[in-house]
């Protein structure tokens, strides 16, 4: 790596960076020195006699920059001197990677298990702090080190060798075999997510019932209730008091009608699912190139049998099976609860493909030329056009929960339980979004993404604000769920202002579990404030950093056990509270 060409890629790519850049003061401010890291191999080996050989050699060698070794820290310290004399250059907005877009697909089990198992170990460090044990604390210590070991690159990515995932599998089998034995089961529901949650829920012996909503946090005994309006099911179509989907021939939902605004929000056939030709130039497991979108090889378009599995007036379902490309099958089942604006598509895979991408369309009636993603803690806004080579290369994108295309009162959402790669595609009259879900690379793993998947994707259509579609997408991931006994909630949040906040962690303090942390974050983009009243006394809270340590001067005031705080666009905020 400290070659005379890699040694000079650095500096070239500053050079050309600021020959693209318009204002000549910004270049000028360029830094005088670039960090080259180097070491054996790319999983962290540390430098060899050969490479350290080179290094004094290039410290004055025509041609190449001048080169000496320093520390991370003492080249930070002199970036941060020179940017008091004069404020470096910044960029807005994201900073794209054009290459790698297969890594947010391939190997679609492990992203499934990955999103699985974040979500169990939170729920369980919920539970936990009401039957705190130094057994759960070793335990949950264990299995959240695990889920991160299995987040380190190439592992989730997907562009690791076959041996990587058998351990991947079983060590994230783990993980998520920890949270649910913590978690429990019984005869009490809890409500994981930030919002009152109630709805169609699974009981112990396989029947469904609608219970009420049930508070953040809380578990209770649920109380069974009737929806305001049953699911009515037909040969091809579903409705409920929000929503009415009609299902074409082929399987596809081609008409999804919105009660609120009175629209049709497809556009086209929803939830259609295509394979493309998948065979990158360069790297088989990480790319996806763009001509890929120019080869479609099949399409969802004959017809099929479409069954009616489930017909009762809490839930309906529509199921249908078909062969895709040469040696594949998908079951596809379009689901609707009882007063639930969300309409399901449950897609499971028998997947046995090479060099094939399986995506599934999105076509909404909706006039937008950005569309929304989720990015974890927050979300952006990305072009939907191709006018520019930038906008061009943006094929592909990430997103975490949900992606979104709105105009002003109406826009349909697409929620998910663990797929990543995604992307859209507007005109005129219309904005396409999709999702890719399988990929069939043959190098490192000739094995990748074979076999059975599932994957759940839900339609929302909603009134082009984000709120509800942030709500749904965390109660889709975090839905109600059976646990042993009735807690009551240990805190009541809520938001003032154009603010809204999701509760990202309620758990015991890692280094004195007597001691609770919350930490939220603001998921609008708005601003406000934000009070948490505790079901229990407080002593003293205090804001604090990720790493749960008191912010020096950021003592929070108490007023009957409530506690409150600013909070910006996308912040996060973590609380840490000593109980009287």
């Not at 991370?72 to 994201?94: I, M, Y």
């Not at 009490?188 to 469904?208: F, H, K, Q, W």
């Not at 061009?392 to 949900?402: D, I, L, N, Y």
């Amino acid at each position: 790596t400290l070659t005379p060409k890699e040694l000079r890629k650095n500096t070239d790519n500053l050079r050309g960076a600021e020959h693209r850049r318009p204002v000549d003061a910004e270049a000028a401010c360029a830094p005088a020195e670039v960090l080259q890291p180097f070491g054996f191999g790319d999983g962290g080996g540390g430098a060899t006699e050969r490479l350290l050989d080179a290094a004094h050699l290039a410290r004055a060698c025509a041609g190449v920059p001048r080169t000496e070794l320093s520390s991370v820290g003492a080249f930070v310290e002199r970036l941060h001197a020179q940017a008091d004399r004069s404020p470096p250059p910044t960029w807005a907005g994201e900073l794209y990677l054009e290459l790698h877009r297969g890594t947010l697909t391939t190997h679609a089990w492990l992203k499934a298990m990955n999103r699985r198992a974040e979500e169990a170990l939170r729920v369980a460090e919920m539970v936990a702090q009401h039957r705190p044990s130094a057994q759960h604390e070793a335990d949950l210590d264990r299995a959240w080190k695990l889920l991160l070991l299995n987040q380190f690159h190439d592992i989730l990515p997907g562009s690791s060798i076959r041996p990587v995932y058998t351990a991947a599998r079983a060590q994230l089998d783990e993980a998520i075999d920890t949270a649910e034995r913590i978690t429990g089961t019984g005869d009490a529901v809890l409500n994981p997510a930030s919002t009152p949650r109630g709805g169609v829920i699974e009981t112990g012996d396989g029947s469904i019932v609608f219970v009420e909503p049930i508070r953040p946090l809380a578990a209770v005994r649920p109380v069974a209730t009737t929806p305001s309006q049953p699911v009515v099911a037909s040969d091809r179509a579903l409705e409920n008091a929000h929503v009415r989907v009609e299902l074409d021939v082929a399987g596809r939902i081609a008409a999804l009608h919105d009660k609120r605004s009175g629209r049709n929000l497809a556009s086209g056939a929803l939830g259609e699912l295509v394979l493309l030709e998948d065979r990158p130039m360069m790297w088989d497991a990480w790319d996806i190139d763009r001509y890929s979108e120019d080869k479609v090889v099949w399409r969802q378009d004959s017809p099929v049998e479409i069954e009616r599995v489930t017909e009762h007036e809490l839930r309906a379902e529509l199921r249908c099976s078909f062969a895709v490309g040469e040696k594949s099958r998908v079951t596809r089942t379009v689901r609707l609860d009882a007063d639930s604006p969300r309409v399901d598509l449950i897609t499971e895979v028998d997947w046995h493909e090479t060099h094939r991408l399986l995506r599934m369309l999105f076509p909404a009636a909706v006039r937008t030329e950005r569309v929304g993603y989720d990015v974890g803690i927050g979300h952006i806004e990305r072009p939907a056009h191709r006018n520019t080579a930038w906008d061009r290369a943006r094929f592909e994108v990430s997103a975490h929960r949900w992606m979104s295309a709105h105009e002003h009162g109406a826009g349909l959402a697409i929620l998910n339980t663990g797929t990543y790669g995604c992307g859209a595609a507007a005109n005129a009259e219309a904005c396409t979004m999709h999702v890719s879900l399988l990929r069939s690379p043959v190098h490192p793993d000739p094995g990748a993404d074979r076999g059975t998947n599932r994957f759940v994707h839900s339609l929302l259509p909603h009134d082009g604000g984000l709120r509800a579609v942030t709500a749904e997408a965390e109660a889709l991931n975090r839905p109600l769920r059976h646990v042993a006994g009735e807690t009551p909630a240990p805190f009541v949040i809520e938001t003032a202002g154009s603010a809204a906040c999701e509760i990202a962690a309620c758990k015991a303090a890692a280094d004195d579990p007597s001691r609770r942390v919350v930490r939220v974050f603001e998921v609008a983009g708005g601003r406000g404030s934000c009070s948490v009243r505790s079901a229990d006394p407080i002593r003293r809270a205090a804001l604090a950093d990720a790493l749960e340590r008191p912010i020096d001067g950021e003592d929070l005031a108490i007023d009957d056990n409530t506690i409150e705080f600013r909070v910006e666009p996308f912040s996060i905020r973590t609380v840490l509270i000593e109980p009287a």
